[in-house]
């Protein structure tokens, strides 16, 4: 639908000629077309509007919640010390928390290596009888692989007794 204004002038009147043209263009050739007809009158839809306060009763309804709402969650909420206090108790519960474990893990890390140390030593100790075991080894198939070597000792004379009585001193050799 088409809008012309009823008080503009230019606007033709019901049974005037209007004179329409129309350009065609291919390639090479151009026409105009020329054509004459009465003039086109069309209708107008005229709307009315009527004033009404309802949108603005609504409006404010809307408000007035909102501003209910506002209040609402400003003065239901709890004493913000208390949260704090508990914010800071639960901080310093998990810290407690932390350094526990903490600890346990240290604790744990030194179980551990003591249990290597102890393992080591283990370890050095059945190697060191091992060495013992085999040096003794050595030594008796090392005197097995030998020629035995004879030693003779001359003999001594006894000694011969002295006369008279004995004398026995806690200092002097016994012979």
Known sequence: MTY???????????????VTET???????TETVTTTGPAVTETVETVVVRESNTGWWIAGILGGLVLLAVLWILFARGAE?????????????A??????AEQALIAGQVAGAQASIDM????AARAQADASR????ARAAEARAQTPVVIETPSAPSPTPTPGPAVVSPTAPQG
């Open 4 to 18: 012309t204004d009823p008080l503009d002038p230019r606007r033709p009147v019901p049974g005037d000629p209007v």
């Open 23 to 29: 350009v065609v263009t291919r390639p090479g050739v």
């Open 81 to 93: 010390p208390e949260t704090d206090a508990a914010l800071l108790e639960a901080q310093m519960d």
């Open 95 to 100: 810290a407690t928390a932390q350094a526990q």
């Open 120 to 123: 080591a030593r283990a370890d």
């Open 134 to 137: 085999a040096a003794a080894e």
